[in-house]
């Protein structure tokens, strides 16, 4: 057991705090606003108030105890908020055991779908990326035991292809060639976890599934759990994107995940997000009667 102190307190801190309260964990953890803050003490996370322009009021005591913290604020154009405004403090904390900085495997660039591991040098090709590459590089130089992951895409219940399909919010770009490598939240609650029993300061480590997919793919597959036709194929040309979504589009990669199973002994429970999508659809759709069954019924019909 342990004290884990959760900067930006989302959805993959709030399943690994939901998994370690079970264990008897303290878990404490930050937000943005009145109402963040009140969600979390509903779970049982102590909160606390932290943005770049709201240091923690009282570090010491937010802090105290600590030995665990796990990072899950992206950096903005001034740097790591974090690391900025409460580096010395997390410094000053004797039984610090392990910190764990959530990334994204965006820092790798586009690679025109090869393969990359962490041995290969990042090449990130938008800001956000480039800001990451940079706060990773700040926090490994830091003398803080931080442990770098760098995250594909991350799905899980509430925020899945399934869950698109049934709010009426899927749609299937294609683009000849794109994959893209996802993570299911469990596998990466297992992840750290493994990490956390036990710590490799400064190591670097991929969170991906086995295969990398068009995802395309992952809409049609999702779709014929529920039993639904799934939404057409739009021409990524055609399709009607933000500028941070056609983005997203610009990379193409397929990431290496040998190592979390080498060096922390993990198995993967949803190796490609077949296995994830099949598990959700019992959370998204109790009753698969109910949401087509494997009728021909149109999406929208069933997303209303």
């Known amino acids: 057991m342990g004290v884990l102190f959760c ?58 105890g600590v030995t665990h913290v796990l990072h899950a604020i992206p950096p903005d154009e001034a740097g790591d908020p974090v690391l900025d405004l409460h580096g010395e403090d997390l410094r000053r904390l004797s039984g610090l055991r392990w910190i764990g900085w959530l990334g994204t495997t965006a820092v790798y660039g586009d690679r025109g779908g090869a393969w990359v591991s ?25 003398g803080l035991p931080v442990h770098i992951f760098r995250l594909a895409g991350i799905y899980g219940p509430g925020r899945n292809a399934i869950r698109n399909l049934l709010d009426g919010r899927a749609h299937r770009i294609v683009k000849p060639g794109q994959v893209f490598g996802r993570i299911h939240v469990d596998d990466i609650v297992q992840v750290l976890r493994a990490s956390m029993a036990q710590p490799r300061p400064r190591r670097i480590y991929n969170v991906s599934d086995d295969e990398p997919a068009p995802p395309q793919d992952v809409v049609a597959f999702a779709a014929q759990l529920v039993g639904v036709e799934p939404p057409p194929e739009v021409p990524f040309e055609q399709a009607q994107l933000s500028p941070a979504a056609r983005a997203f589009y610009a990379d193409c990669r397929r990431v290496r995940n040998e190592r979390i199973k080498r060096e922390l002994g993990v198995r993967l429970r949803y190796p490609t997000y077949r296995e994830g999508l099949r598990a959700l659809l019992a959370v998204e759709c109790p009753a698969a009667a109910g949401c087509g069954g494997g009728s021909t019924a149109s999406p929208s019909r069933t997303s209303a």
């Open 7 to 64: 900067f930006g307190c989302g959805y993959v801190a709030r399943h690994l705090a939901q998994t370690l309260q079970a264990c008897g964990w303290t878990v404490r953890g930050t937000a943005r606003s009145q109402e963040r803050l009140e969600e979390l003490a509903r779970l049982g996370i102590e909160p606390f108030l932290f943005r770049r322009d709201r240091p923690l009021e009282e570090p010491a005591r937010a802090l105290a």
């Open 118 to 142: 962490e041995e290969d040098e990042p090449r990130p090709t938008v800001a956000r990326a480039e800001r990451r590459l940079a706060a990773e590089r700040a926090w490994l130089q830091s």
